[in-house]
């Protein structure tokens, strides 16, 4: 089969485009024929070998990519409720012990024409959602399906704020909260231009974390009070700021720390007003049936950025170091 691959870490020239071995399914797996995937910052950290994803040598070549979808073409023993044909997405974190792995990083990934993956980390896709739209959910989606609607709890009358909003995480998030949960949305981002198409994408307020100050600017949208909730992909850069801005019994909620892992914590603040900080990781192959559903049924959408062919994996690779981008990068592979 066809697949994208490394050798060893390096930039993104390191990629290379060739045959690798098919996969067979084991017992309790199933076969798909991947028809798209999506790039998302662990497949960049991966192939850099950065942020805990380094790998021993004997791990190689090892393919790229986790978040996938398309057709199964073959069921494994012991697999019940899924049948040749169905089209499917992947959950990319498999549920292993005594840690989960991601598909990727720390198993063979889903860069390539066929990928094996257990049966209970694929969900039915309906026909009305396409197999680009079906690869853009999963790593964006379920960690902030799960900061909005399982742990934050977010409610129709709150208002919550989207960091980095033209990010992966950030686009999901501003759909979550308005097409499911009909929220306020405040988003956060760097340009005219991002800021513009935050707005198409439903937010309601936005805030150019260049040339304002984000806690002032909140006070101002929320008339002093305060966001209830926090949807953080980023880490540090906005951490004081945007946790000084929780409005009483507000949430914050972490996801990623694209911009550096540590910041200080006002812990008066945390019990003073009932704050809650809390992180997650991914989320569950029922929280993506939940998600997919949403999106067969039009409230959510996967932001595109582009669409290429798997030959072209390296060039995007360089284009979202640049973070110049708003949305995912989504290859087509069959």
């Not at 950290?45 to 986790?66: E, S, V, W």
């Not at 889903?110 to 257990?118: G, S």
């Not at 709890?153 to 097409?179: C, D, F, P, R, Y």
Request: hydrophobic letters at 40%.
């Amino acid at each position: 089969m066809k697949a994208a691959f490394i050798r060893q870490h390096g930039d993104p020239s390191s990629i290379e485009v060739g045959d690798m071995p098919d996969p067979k399914p084991a017992a309790g797996e199933v076969l798909v024929r991947v028809r798209a995937a999506s790039i998302n910052r662990l497949d960049l950290y991966t192939r850099a070998g950065i942020r805990g994803t380094k790998q021993a040598d004997d791990q190689f070549p090892r393919i790229l990519g986790g978040d996938s979808a398309g057709d199964i073409v073959e069921v494994g023993n012991g697999v019940a409720g899924l049948t040749v044909g169905q089209r499917v997405v992947i959950n990319p974190l498999l549920s292993t012990t005594p840690f989960p792995k991601m598909m990727g990083t720390h198993v063979q990934g889903a860069y390539a024409e066929l990928v094996a993956v257990p049966a209970g980390n694929v969900v039915p896709i309906a026909d009305t959602l396409s197999y680009v739209q079906a690869a853009s959910l999963p790593t964006v989606f379920l960690p902030t399906w799960s900061i909005i609607v399982r742990e934050g709890q977010l409610q129709q009358h709150e208002t919550a704020m989207v960091l980095s909003a033209s990010s992966g995480v950030g686009t999901a998030a501003i759909q979550i909260i308005k097409g499911v949960i009909g929220a306020e949305c405040i988003a956060v981002t760097s340009t005219p231009e991002k800021i513009q198409k935050a707005h198409e994408l439903g937010a309601d307020h936005s805030i150019n974390y260049k040339t304002e100050d984000l806690a002032e600017r909140v006070k101002e949208i929320t008339g002093g009070r305060g966001v209830d909730l926090i949807v953080d992909s980023t880490g540090a850069l906005f951490f004081e700021a945007a946790y000084a801005s929780l409005a009483r019994g507000g949430r914050f909620g972490t996801c990623g720390v694209t911009s550096g892992y540590k910041a200080e914590i006002h812990l008066g603040q945390l019990f003073s007003k009932e704050l809650k900080l809390f992180g997650v990781f991914m989320g569950s192959t029922d929280e993506l049936g939940q998600i997919a559903d949403a999106a067969g049924k039009g409230q959510l959408k996967g932001a595109i950025h582009r669409e290429l062919p798997l030959e072209e994996i390296a060039d995007a690779h360089d284009e979202m170091e640049r973070s110049d981008h708003f949305g995912k990068f989504v290859v087509r592979v069959a």
